[in-house]
Each structure stands twice: as C-alpha cells, then as structure tokens.
C-alpha cells in the first residue's frame, strides 16, 4: 500500500511570502493520479490541484502543482490571508482506491 | 451546481451500527460521470477515505474497514448511504460525502483521467459514546 507523507507538518509564513509544501510517496505515483485539497477550520476540504498540475475550477494562478514519480510539491506564490489552511494530498489508484496524506499546517 | 448533503440520526452507541446517507441535487446521481464517496476525520485528525459507489453499485471499500462498512446507492431518490457496523469511540469523527471524479480501477491499475473530489458536503459530525 503507497503512504503519502507530507511535510513539513507546520509551515509558519507570512502573508506575501510563498509557500512550498511537499508530498513523497512511498512508491511511485502516476502524476495524473495526485490531487491537493485545502482545508479551513469548520469547513469541507476544497479540492485545489488534480493530475498534479491543473487547478480546480475557481481556485487562484497563485496555487500551483508540480511533480512526478515520488515527489510532489504544491507551492502557493504570494500568500493571501485566506490561504492559511490545512492541505492534505491525495492519491487516486488501486487497491486501495484513495490515500491522504497526514497534512500540512500553513500557519501565520 | 451539483450539491450533496449528509444526514444520519445523531450519537451512535458502541457496538451499534452507524448509517448516514447523502443526498445529491442539482445533478444526476446515474450521469455515469462520476463515483460517489464517504470519507472521515476524526477530532483534530487527518482524512481517511471510507469507500466509494458507482450508481450500478460496484463498491470500493478502504481494506482496513471493510469488514465493518457496507455502501449502497438509491438512484430514484438521488442518494447514497453508509452503513458501519460494531462501532467504537474511535469511529467518531466528521463523515463526510462527497463526488469522485476517478473511473472504474481493477486490484492493479485504474484507466481513466482522475479529477479530484471537487464536491463535498459540508459534513455530520458523529459520536460514539454510551
């Protein structure tokens, strides 16, 4: 079974400042297969990047995916208030069809 | 603008049966576009996918709960439930629904684009406790 494993765990930034968060996992991953959601205290997940790459309907260009094989990054230029969040990647396959990472706190 | 939201009666006591059941608006449960998932968080935890339903009702079941987790599909009434047998505390958690936008996956490979969970319900939060 692939773990995803994220880090860092805390990420402590300012607005204006970019963001880089990691995803490795422990096998390798289609890059059409990985995906990154952003989650806000009390809220749903939002999915932000799917295949790796693409943004998700709506989501800023300040987001952007990037990666293959074992190691995926999700970086976040110019950080803007709202993006103080938690993230979680994903991966989408086989056996068993759905695995998270454990997230990534980005914190001011 | 498809919806889904979850509903389910509240505390559940140990060694009970959790159902929760989630129902989609504005778009058809059967378009055959998409797969249709429950996936939890517990308190001040990560997420954990839970399984997943096609509206024929093919199932795909996280193996690590899947003696315990059964996923149907009520395609008249637009709604897919869970149902999670011999619960304990350390079942309680938010559950969450939510719209799959991967295809059919045999036990090696999947064989279609994957676009992410990009519809989520806005949560129920469980309890387990006698």
């Known amino acids: 079974e692939i773990v995803l494993t994220q880090s860092p765990g805390t990420l402590s930034l300012s607005p204006g400042e970019r963001a880089t968060l990691s995803c490795r996992a422990s096998q390798s991953v289609s890059s059409s297969y990985l995906a990154w959601y952003q989650q806000k205290p009390g809220q749903a997940p939002r999915l932000i990047i799917y295949?790796?790459?693409s943004r998700a309907t709506g989501v800023p260009d300040r987001f952007s995916g990037s990666g293959s094989g074992t190691d995926f990054t999700l970086t976040i230029t110019r950080l803007e208030p709202e993006d103080f969040a938690v993230y979680y990647c994903?991966?989408?396959?086989?056996?068993?069809?759905?695995?998270f990472g454990q997230g990534t706190k980005l914190e001011v | 603008q498809v919806q889904l939201q979850e509903s389910g009666p509240g505390p559940v006591k140990p060694s009970e049966t959790l159902s929760l059941t989630c129902t989609v608006s504005g778009g058809s449960i059967s378009s055959g576009s998409y797969y249709w998932g429950w996936i939890r968080q517990p308190p001040g935890k990560g997420l954990e996918w839970i399984g997943t339903i096609y509206y024929t009702g093919s199932t795909y079941y996280n193996p690590s709960l899947k003696s315990r987790v059964t996923i149907s599909v009520d395609t008249p009434k637009s709604q897919f439930s869970l149902k999670l047998s011999s619960v304990t505390a350390a079942d309680t958690a938010i559950y969450y629904c939510a719209r799959d936008g991967g295809g059919y996956c045999s036990t090696t490979s999947c064989y279609t684009d994957y676009s992410g969970m990009d519809v989520w319900g806005q949560g129920t939060t469980v309890t387990v406790s006698s």
């Open positions: 295949a790796a790459s």
């Open positions: 994903q991966r989408y396959g086989s056996s068993p069809r759905h695995t």
